[in-house]
């Protein structure tokens, strides 16, 4: 296959946008570098005129965007995100340059993986929570004493960087066989809800707080990426451990 016919595999997220100018050149942006899925994730203010402007002639992007009440229902059928970020967080992912990660996505998606790009709001980028929902960090290399993009302008870099893979001489590796697809993100935050339950019911915490422990679970989990069999495994397991608690506190 020739790797610019995965483009459709790759969305572009913005999440809580405030600027609708920015959507719109994000449409544009990606639209250069032969891209068209935009996925909005509680936009302030879309559509609007300004975004529309702003597209200039790739106002079918804007037309075609999905919008979304939340980043979980942005990323659904993705099964491989990364989370840009101007600064390092709390959150202890994978920490990729975008050339790095632009090959690690074009790989994602050879193996017949969607994949999504997520860019948070223009003053406080992506919050932890969300960043725990992507796969890895990817830094833009700008100077130290004045960090921070413009929205589009990262959007760009990256479309760019993607765009430069997919027409790279190296031919993409052939994807391995699966049994089953990878799990989406919706099916592992329906996990993750399960896995958090699951460590209520049997009192792992102890009273402690559990942020730190889920954060690291959702590192470990996120890093191994369980197809949709190994997930229905895991759920089996942890109903188990619940229905072992149960019993336990009746005969108490």
């Given amino acids: 296959m020739n790797p610019l016919e995965l483009a459709p595999l790759f969305r572009f997220v ?21 891209f068209e899925r935009l996925d909005l994730v509680a936009p302030q203010r879309f ?3 300004e975004a529309d ?7 079918q992007v804007l037309a075609g965007a999905g919008v979304h009440g939340t ?8 099964s491989f995100a990364l989370g840009l970020s101007a600064r390092r967080r709390g959150v202890t992912l994978p920490e990729l340059s975008p050339r790095e990660a632009a090959a690690q996505a074009l790989a994602a998606a050879v193996r017949g993986e969607q994949v999504a790009l997520v860019f948070g709001n223009e003053r406080t980028g992506l919050e932890n929570e969300e960043l725990a929902t ?7 290399p700008s100077v130290d004493d004045f960090s921070s993009l413009n929205l ?16 790279g001489d190296a ?27 699951m460590l209520d019911d049997i009192d792992f915490h102890k009273g402690r707080e559990p942020t730190t422990i889920m954060l690291r679970l959702r590192k470990l989990f996120q890093r191994a990426q369980p197809d949709q069999r190994e997930l229905r495994v895991l759920h089996g397991i942890l109903a188990d451990a619940q229905r072992m608690a149960q019993l336990a506190g009746e005969k108490k």
């Fill in 152 to 167: 589009a302008q990262a959007v760009q870099v990256m479309a760019y960087e993607l765009r430069l893979a997919m027409l």
């Fill in 134 to 140: 992507c796969h890895a960090m990817v830094r833009i």
């Fill in 47 to 49: 559509p609007d005129r």
């Fill in 171 to 197: 031919a993409p590796a052939p994807p391995p066989e699966h049994d089953e697809p990878p799990a989406d993100a919706a099916q592992m935050e329906r996990f993750y809800a399960h896995l958090a339950q």
């Fill in 14 to 34: 913005l999440v809580r946008t405030s600027h609708p100018g920015n959507i719109g050149g994000a449409a544009r942006a990606i639209r250069t570098m032969g």
């Fill in 53 to 59: 402007a702003l597209a200039a002639n790739a106002v």
């Fill in 71 to 78: 980043l979980v229902e942005g990323l659904a059928g993705t």
